[in-house]
């Protein structure tokens, strides 16, 4: 026992100190543009793709539709729908703001929209969004996106488009993080390895994709969640370039080792998912109907999926996870 503590403190601190051990810190891994392909490598480039991380967690396999549910040794991937029973072929913000809030955005409007929200959807975000209800629970949420200055100019200015993920961060009052974020590892860019940030003049080192991973891991082992958000997927999607898709499925898979590296599987869980499909097909330019992985690793992955079958099923198995405890 410390010197000067009494047994009662002791043990109520032992007992904080065990709450703390056994909290599930979750990071969302939210990858824009990545559904289920065919099992056919003429279209669909995950089929080729090494992924040395990916194809680990998932022993071997990798994420198709043709495999259903996985449940491997530390992973569990679960198909989601996209399409949320409306017509047509699934966007970003109708698909964002339905993951974030468990509201079915693309019914409440009557159509898929994208790529950010209109008036109707920031009121869905703004009236029930996941940061908001963990806020209100007292939990620390945290989104590990850095912005550039030019973000925060066009903000004051009143002229910043926000994505769905980057409104609902507005409305629920967290914190956008900035380049001395970003400089000091308390942040990782959209971008990942800060190459693009260095290019415009940004003072701030050129990491790995691994090393962007540690990052966010850290970050998240000080937070009850955290969200990252990552489109290049869909970025490559449209442009169908099989060079930019080879190099952006290596950086994800990197991305994913180095938050591995950094993680505790006994008391953190990583969710990896999306918001609908596009990059899985090389043969059209746009998004499609496949339904997106939903990729479980870590802590309470047991609990949580049997609760996910579609976007709108993210936000509330989250919310619970973390009040839950």
Known sequence: MPRGCTKQQF?????????????THILLLF???????????????????????????????????????????????????????????PQSATGQTTLLTGVNAARAIG????????????????????????????????????????????????????SATSYAVHVAGVRYRDVDDLRAGRAVSAFVTNELWRKHGADVPLITARAAGQNLARIARTHDFTLFEYFLTDVAGH??????????????????????????????????TSDHGNVEDASAKGHTRNPVPTLLIGAERAQIVAQIHSLTDLAPAIVNCVVGK
Do not use: C
Request: proline share 6%.
């Open 11 to 23: 043990t109520q601190q032992a007992n904080s100190s065990l709450i703390e051990r056994l909290t």
């Open 31 to 89: 990858f824009d543009g990545w559904g289920l392909g065919a099992e056919d490598a003429a279209t669909n480039p995950f089929i080729a793709a090494p992924m040395p991380m990916l194809r680990d967690l998932l022993d071997g396999a990798m994420p198709t539709g043709a495999n259903g549910s996985i449940n491997a040794a530390h992973a569990t991937l679960i198909p989601t729908d996209a399409t949320l029973g409306v017509p047509g072929l």
């Open 111 to 162: 159509e898929h929209l994208g790529p950010y929200p209109n008036a109707a959807l920031r009121q869905i975000l703004a009236r029930e969004n996941l940061f908001q209800h963990l806020i209100a629970a007292n939990r620390r949420v945290a989104f590990a996106n850095a912005y550039p200055p030019f973000f925060f100019e066009r903000l004051a200015r009143g002229k910043a488009r926000r």
């Open 239 to 272: 442009r169908a370039d099989s060079a930019l898709t080879a190099f952006v499925l290596a950086e994800v898979d990197e991305l994913l080792r180095g938050v591995l590296d950094g993680s505790d599987l006994t008391d953190s869980l990583t969710i990896l």
